[in-house]
Nanobody, 119 residues
Framework: QVQLVESGGGLVQAGGSLRLSCAAS????????MAWFRQAPGKEREFVAA????????TYADSVKGRFTISRNNANNTVYLQMNFLKPEDTAVYYC????????????WGQGTQVTVSS
């Protein structure tokens, strides 16, 4: 099992930036895919971005393309989400997740970090 701990959330004005971090421990060898999801109040959790272990592949939700960048450092088992040009609609709890290359869904989740963007 993998333990994931997010940090870096907070309150920021529209147009500002934040960098989220997710530190992993435990069975980190199984973390082929790492991703960020978010859940706004009253809405379902939605995919934000994902990255493979070899960093060769990154995918983004259309709503964040060009504004958010996902990266990872395998040496310290950390994944990051650089968020620029933030909008009020980006307000949500952001979750880090991990899964193996064979899993069909994400199996390990962090507790989440709150991001609030004021207009």
């Amino acid at each position: 099992q993998v333990q994931l701990v997010e940090s870096g959330g907070g309150l920021v004005q529209a147009g500002g930036s934040l960098r989220l971090s997710c530190a992993a421990s435990g069975r980190t060898s199984s973390m082929y895919y790492m991703a960020w999801f978010r859940q706004a109040p009253g809405k379902e959790r939605e995919f934000v971005a994902a990255i493979t272990r070899n960093i060769a592949s990154k995918t983004y939700a259309d709503s964040v393309k060009g504004r958010f960048t996902i990266s990872r450092n395998n040496a310290n088992n950390t994944v990051y989400l650089q968020m620029n040009f933030l909008k009020p609609e980006d307000t949500a709890v952001y979750y880090c997740a991990a899964r193996s290359s064979t899993a069909t869904s994400y199996t390990d989740w962090g507790q989440g970090t709150q991001v609030t963007v004021s207009s």
